[in-house]
């Protein structure tokens, strides 16, 4: 008060029109989920820091998977009560709506599967992660850990920090938060590739292009931010709309930035042709990093794009869309076509996840609600299919590590038919075949598509699945139809964390596939919100 | 308006139907008991060998006993109240699509009950004796169970879905009977043909009840037949002429007959009991079933009589021309199905008429069946009736029950086939103007042709020169005709004993017609008939008196040789070949179905496959032209970046400002 009066007799009027700060209202039960995921990868960094080094592993799972099952509880409890239109919160920074909390529910229970591959310890021993990153492959130092049952155990608290990185980027109503959510949830990632405790080379190899090529993502994102300030005076999604919806500013500088934005997004979200990074990636990094990255970052990646598209670019979408039309259109022919020769399970299965984001893109420039419902969907039943289908690829083995060569699974079936046929269901789930969650998926996506006027992009949809359908089947037909060779691998038997992940990942798919109703009605629950009226 | 009449008859028909109670209540398991004996031979599979051929007699047995006891329990009620429906359970429950699996019990489902179990079970008595020689009894019996339940579901049903469950379960049965002794290419080829055959009646059929569930959304007989007003005239002419097509897939009829002579390839019981007195006349039922829809479609009645009187006509003549003892019994039974055939297509005038001979027809026919059986079974399953010769002495039971059939079938007076087929010859004649004329004649023509082509059987078989003592048979053993044991002389008597009688008890009073009228409405008896009522009897007795004569002149009087004649007049030419039906359908339908075949396979191979081939090579080309962008290094991905980024944001611009 002292202070306020002196001011008043020093400076007079000039202060009176000058309002004071005040702390903006926080509603906590509606970010508790993200505050629980971000505390905890906190605390992982003092585990890190204070427990002895045998203990960290279990106290570090045990964390995490406390962590991942609390902010679902809590999820959950908020769900019951929430008002249906969502609130905005922290100064209209973050909105918690219906898509933000189905976004948030799918990277929770996608995460639990993908925590439990990273966890495994049976399947490669001592876990698929290495025990001293920092050692430099190839030297005597460096074989001598492989056998080195420890692991790295700072991949949980990474893992955390990613999950709350993507938890703020979906939900985050401005465009300088989305980037902080962005790197936040990138930088994790990065580290995480390069942490495989076989091929070490290939798995550095593999984060330096990812850090590379990201950095050079968040600079076109960044940009794109700086111009549609420019713009409209604001990184607030919803005065970017209002400004494009009737003004006389420079449009260059709205569809530039546009442009550049959605460049950014589209790179994390692995749409052709800014996917060069994925098979690398998806193939370097440890199988179940890669199954994270697959399932979740992909989730949180068109969880931004459905936001900022509706949020800020629903009036000039006449404009954009014919542009985002041929990008699916390429994302989808090069997902499709490429995938056909592949010759490693782990690429095959990246370039099938470029396919799948152009089918993604389709569903998300409808801008309907059953657009963004059918998008939902999908991202929820890929993901499963995916963790599950990365965790059966974790099993295949030979004595230098996981077997990913397409002839190694040569006659898979008649060694272990259960592991075959559940990764069979896997891929028709992938192809989208009737009674898996990948038929209703496509079903729902283009069926939105369709009645938004966009049937010749849902033809070349359906074309590019059919020939996307080619490779699944050609590991079916390999599984089955050929003689397995002599010195191939083995099938280990799975630990019982990674057991858990493929029966949750293929009964999931298989439910969703038969009674898609109630997720679909989750999907559908409401709208984006976008400010606090 | 026609709502409202609409609503009337069904509240009439409501009022009739009422649901079945007491002894009623468990109608379905006049279907289980043979169902689960079909169930428990087939599943339990070599170990019911022993006992299996006692169980399938016993399941029928009492369901014939039952059938009895629901008979006399529908005959106490009063007339108006005598359909009654019993709901099973709900079968088909979809959206629109509800289909109960419902029984409806009425005088013309009871009619068919009894005389499915009555000669089912006469007949599986007498596959006792005529299969015990066979490996496999146990299996004929199972599938001659599975025969019952399917055609007990036929009758029984109360939708036309249900009743296509039966078609279709009596086909497979059928088929399997009929393919009995599959070692042998002639049966398993009938088999085939016979199943083809059905399919196209079959598919008719189909179509007929998805235009009565797209046009009035249900298949229940109740509600069909009470809103069979609301359809238009086309829809009712289209589904009384699928109806018929079924029917002639079914029963054998112009132009689907062809399939029914080569059926005599299975085990004669099979031939006595589905392909004579039970299964072939489903189509009969159907168009009896349906009087209401052909009622409304004077039109589509025509061409059922139409149909009726050519087939009636082909198995006559065909009839004359065969050696083949089965055979002639097939074409006579070609031509009686005609008979009914054509009285069920004189609408009201001869619905009843038509179930009559349908009935006395079982009686006659399921006899001279097994009767043929019987001389097969004493001559080692020989069956060329030239080959035969003066067998009266040696099997006298069977002869003079084969005789009793013979004059009931020609229409000897008194006996059971004289009234039934001179009641469809008089309503025949009934009809005005041209039709009386045609169909008159035609029948009148084919009574005395039924009469030349049975003397001819009988003659060559049981009496004159005995022909087979000079012979072996194929096999090389000679000829030791014997009387068939008890086990099949039985049924074969108290086959006999209804030839003689039932038609004398269905007729006389009109008890049958009476019985009948709660299901197919009152007769109609014609008054402006072409010929007199009292002339047409007896120009039916001369012509048949003629016939027999005529067939005494040819081969009683004289000689027969054994081989038959090469060099002989095209007409009889024209009948050995079935007057032509295989050649008929091999030309329009078989040559071209296999051309059209052979034209796509062509197209699949060359242009399909090619197209596919092509495409496929392209894309994978195209992927490995494309994989070599991949090329691992950072910069050139940068690069690939940077140019899809300029691309959308310039393609942003030039759309926005263009």
């Not at chain 2, 007989?221 to 009712?236: D, I, K, N, P, Q």
């Not at chain 2, 072996?472 to 008890?486: F, Q």
Request: with cysteine.
């Amino acid at each position: 008060m002292t202070v306020l009066e002196a001011a008043h007799t020093s400076l007079g009027g000039f202060l009176a029109q000058v309002t004071p700060i005040q702390a903006p209202e926080i509603d906590y039960a509606a970010i508790l989920p993200m505050l629980i995921v971000l505390g905890a990868a906190c605390v992982g960094v003092l585990f890190e820091a204070f427990l002895p080094r045998y203990q960290r592993w279990s106290w570090q799972v045990a964390l995490t998977l406390l962590t991942l099952v609390g902010a679902g509880l809590a999820l959950v409890v908020y769900l019951r009560d929430n008002p249906q239109q969502g609130v905005v919160t922290l100064a209209g920074v973050l909105s918690v709506d219906r898509p933000a909390l189905f976004l948030w529910g799918t990277l929770l229970v996608l995460a639990f599967g993908a925590v439990l591959l990273i966890a495994d310890r049976s399947v490669e021993p001592g876990g698929a992660f290495v025990s001293h990153a920092a050692v430099r492959p190839g030297t005597i130092q460096d074989r001598a850990q492989a056998a080195r049952l420890g692991m790295q155990t700072e991949v949980f608290p990474l893992t955390l920090f990613a999950l709350g990185g993507m938890m703020v980027f979906c939900a985050s109503n401005n465009l300088l938060t989305m980037f902080i959510a962005l790197e936040v949830l990138s930088l994790p990632l990065y580290l995480m590739c390069g942490l495989a405790r076989r091929r070490r080379l290939l798995s550095q190899e593999a984060a330096v292009k990812y850090f590379l090529l990201g950095a050079f993502a968040s600079a076109f994102f960044l940009y794109g931010v700086a111009l549609l300030y420019g713009y409209a005076n604001s990184v607030r999604l919803r005065d970017i709309a209002e400004a494009a919806a009737g003004t006389n500013r420079s449009d260059t500088l709205l569809y530039a930035g546009l442009g550049l934005l959605v460049v950014g997004l589209l790179f994390k979200a692995s749409v052709g042709p800014f996917h060069a990074w994925t098979p690398d990636v998806y193939q370097g990094a440890p199988t179940p990093v890669t199954a994270f990255m697959a399932a979740c970052t992909k989730v949180a990646a068109f969880g931004g794009i459905l936001r900022v598209l509706t949020g800020a670019f629903q009036a000039t979408s006449w404009e954009w869309r014919g542009v985002l039309w041929g990008v699916a259109i390429v994302s989808m022919i090069i997902g499709a076509v490429l995938g056909l020769t592949q010759t490693d399970i782990k690429r095959m299965i990246a370039y099938s996840s470029v396919a799948h984001a152009g089918f993604l893109l389709v569903g998300s420039i409808a801008l309907t609600g059953e657009g963004l419902s059918g998008t939902l969907f999908y991202l929820l039943a890929y993901g499963f299919t995916t963790v599950a289908a990365f965790g059966v690829v974790s099993l295949v083995r030979t004595a230098d590590g996981e077997a990913t060569h397409l002839s190694q699974w040569a006659g898979l079936a008649k060694r272990s038919p259960l592991v075959a046929g559940v990764f069979t269901f896997l891929l028709l789930a992938l192809a989208g075949i009737p009674l898996t969650s990948g038929f209703i998926g496509k079903f729902v996506v283009f069926s939105a598509a369709l009645k938004d006027g966009m049937a010749p992009l849902v033809v070349v949809a359906l074309l590019a699945s059919a020939v996307a359908a080619f490779f699944y089947l050609r590991v079916v037909v390999l599984m089955y139809f050929s003689e397995p060779s002599p010195e191939g691998p083995t099938v280990s038997v799975p630990g019982s964390f990674t057991m858990v992940a493929i029966t949750l990942g293929t009964v999931i798919t298989f439910v969703l596939g038969v009674w898609p109703a109630f997720v679909l009605d989750w999907a559908g629950a409401g709208g984006f919100a976008f400010s606090t009226t | 308006m026609t709502n409202l009449a609409a609503a009337q008859a069904t509240l009439a028909e409501a009022a009739q139907v009422g649901a079945a109670g007491g002894v009623a209540r468990f109608a379905w398991l006049l279907i289980a008991l043979p169902a689960l004996g079909a169930a428990v031979l087939l599943i339990g599979g070599k170990r019911t060998n022993a006992w299996g051929h006692l169980l399938g007699c016993a399941t029928v047995v009492l369901s014939f006993l039952y059938g009895t006891l629901l008979f006399f329990d529908t005959t106490d009620l009063d007339p108006q109240r005598r359909v009654r429906e019993l709901d099973v359970f709900s079968w088909i429950p979809v959206n629109a699509l509800q289909v109960d699996f419902g029984l409806r019990l009425d005088p013309l489902s009871l009619t068919f009950v009894l005389l499915v179990t009555g000669v089912g079970a006469l007949i599986h008595i007498y596959s006792v004796g005529y299969m015990s020689h066979d490996a496999d009894r146990r299996k004929f019996f199972a599938y001659l169970n599975l025969f019952v339940a399917a055609m007990l579901v036929l009758v029984l049903g109360n939708s036309f879905v249900t009743l296509y469950f039966g078609w279709e379960g009596v086909g497979v049965a059928s088929y399997l009977l009929i393919a009995f002794w599959q070692h042998r290419p002639a049966a398993a080829t009938a088999a085939k043909k016979a199943f083809l055959m059905n399919r196209v009646g079959d598919v008719g059929l189909a179509i007929a009840i998805f235009l009565l569930f797209r046009d009035l959304g249900t298949t229940q007989y109740t509600e069909v037949f009470a809103r069979a007003g609301e359809l238009s005239s086309g829809t009712l002419l289209a589904i009384t002429l699928l109806l018929l097509l079924g029917a002639c897939g079914k029963s054998g009829q112009f132009p689907l007959q062809a399939w029914l002579p080569d059926a005599m390839e299975g085990p004669t019981p099979v031939s006595a009991l589905i392909h004579a007195a039970t299964m072939v006349t489903a189509g009969v039922y159907l168009v009896a079933r349906s009087n209401p829809i052909y009622d409304l479609s004077p039109d589509g009645r025509l061409v059922v009589t139409v149909i009726g009187a050519l087939t009636l006509l082909i198995g006559c003549v065909i009839g004359c021309a065969y050696d083949d003892i089965k055979k002639v019994l097939a074409y006579s039974t070609v031509s009686q199905i005609g008979y009914m055939i054509l009285a069920v297509g004189l609408g009201p005038a001869g619905y009843a008429l038509g179930i009559m001979h349908l009935l006395t027809h079982g009686f006659f026919k399921a006899g001279l069946f097994l009767g043929a059986g019987s001389v097969m079974h004493g001559m080692n399953d020989e069956t060329d009736i030239r080959r035969f010769g003066g067998l009266f002495r040696y099997m006298p039971v069977t002869a003079v029950t084969f005789i009793i059939g013979y004059l009931a079938i020609i229409g000897f007076p008194g006996l059971s086939g004289y009234f039934s087929k001179d009641a469809i010859i008089e309503a025949a004649f009934g009809q005005e103007g041209w039709r009386g004329w045609v169909f008159g004649g035609a029948a009148l023509l084919g009574a005395g042709l039924t009469a030349f082509y049975m003397t001819r059987l009988v003659l060559l078989t049981f009496f004159g020169e005995k022909r087979w003592e000079k012979l072996t048979s194929a096999d090389g053993r000679a000829y030791h005709p014997h009387e068939s044991p008890s086990v099949m002389t039985v049924p074969m008597i108290v086959l006999a004993i209804g030839s003689v009688g039932a038609g004398a008890f269905f007729a006389l009073g009109d008890n049958l017609v009476t019985w009948l009228e709660p299901s197919l409405g009152a007769l109609e008896a014609s008054e402006h008939g072409v010929l007199p009522h009292a002339l047409v009897p007896v120009l039916t007795i001369l012509l048949v008196a003629a016939g027999v004569a005529a067939a005494w002149l040819l081969v009683g009087r004289k000689p027969v040789p054994v081989t038959r004649p090469v060099r002989v007049a095209l007409p009889v030419r024209a009948a050995r070949a079935d007057l032509y039906a295989n050649a008929i359908n091999e030309a329009l339908f078989a040559r071209p179905g296999a051309w059209l075949a052979r034209a796509l396979v062509f197209v699949d191979n060359k242009g399909v496959d090619g197209l596919v081939n092509g495409t496929a090579a392209l894309l994978g080309g195209g992927s490995g032209r494309m994989r070599r962008l991949q090329t691992g290094f950072v910069r050139s991905y940068a690069l690939s970046m940077l140019g899809g980024s300029v691309l959308v944001v310039a393609a942003l611009l030039v759309v926005r400002f263009a």
